[in-house]
């Protein structure tokens, strides 16, 4: 991976931008690195088998709800982090190659569940393994115990992560006047 944020880069942030906590850029372009790398080798694993990853990711939530009688698709929309119209695409994709189907949910006479069918949960068995076996090889850098610390590092980090939120409406609120108009 090429080192990014470099020392030249960050320093030039430093003296242009007072307010900037080069220490906090630095480890969140860091994090922001590692996470592109890791999105693009998933993108290019799951192409090679004939699957992008956002669908192998409505699959594989779709196999921890098949054993519990079916996900809705807004519960899976929302767990797999997709608007409820693009879950309607994949899933609409994923019907097509016969690797999940909607069926009336018992429960809501207007509601669907979706399910794997024989053909998706073989699919996802046929991947998986070495899916978890890539994972670990990736993982292997680190011990038992700094995994342990990366991971609760990221649920604290992910805990702020609203503020990158909240700045954006902020700063569009400042830039805006009343009736929606640019201020500038």
Known sequence: MKPFPTKEYLDFVADRYAVADISALETFLEVVGVV?????GMENYFSKLGISHARFKVMINTLFFTKSGGVSPALLAESVGVTRATITGLLDSLENDQL???????????????????????KLDSMLPAHYER????????TS???NELTSLIR?????????????SNETDKNEDDSGASKK
């Open 36 to 40: 592109r790398v890791m999105n693009s």
């Open 100 to 122: 999940i189907e909607r069926q009336p949910d018992p429960n809501d006479r207007r509601g669907l569940l979706i399910k794997l069918t024989a053909a998706g949960e073989a």
């Open 135 to 142: 994972i670990g090889r990736a993982m292997s850098k680190l």
């Open 145 to 147: 115990t700094e995994q």
């Open 156 to 168: 604290k980090f992910g805990q702020g992560l609203d503020a990158l939120e909240y700045c954006a």
